[in-house]
């Protein structure tokens, strides 16, 4: 069974720092293009970051030099630390991978969601 399983969510105050984890059943990170998204109460699901199989991220201009999204491929696991934490970060966070026969160079065409984290960033 292919599926995504996220974790590492919680709730900090401002400027404070969560690690989350997305780990891959069924299916090898390291040949996807994987991405974070999140999706606020009320609004429309955004992408947050992507990282390729060669390594290459791309951040949404939020959370551009507080997020840094990287990948241990021997554990087939997707990991985004997040720093300097805003409550306008507060948001359930997911976990997709596009397949490599698709550009990775848009938040576009993704899939194989997981069931999210939830994040909540107090003030």
């Known amino acids: 069974q292919v599926q995504s399983v996220e974790s590492g969510g919680g709730s900090v105050q401002s400027g404070g720092s969560l690690r989350l984890s997305c780990r891959a059943s069924?299916?090898?990170?390291?040949?996807?293009?994987m991405g974070w998204f999140r999706q606020a109460p009320g609004k429309e699901r955004e992408g947050v970051a992507r990282?390729?199989?060669?390594?290459?991220?791309m951040y949404a201009d939020s959370v551009k030099g507080r997020f840094t999204i990287s990948r241990d491929n021997a554990k087939n696991t997707l990991y985004l630390q997040m720093d300097s934490l805003k409550p306008e970060d507060t948001a359930m966070y997911y976990c997709?991978?596009?397949?490599?026969?698709?550009?990775?160079?848009?938040?576009?065409?993704?899939?194989?969601w997981g069931q999210g984290t939830q994040v909540t960033v107090s003030s």
């Open positions: 990282i390729d199989r060669n390594g290459w991220t």
């Open positions: 069924g299916y090898t990170q390291s040949s996807y293009c």
């Open positions: 997709a991978a596009k397949s490599y026969q698709l550009a990775c160079n848009t938040f576009l065409s993704f899939a194989n």
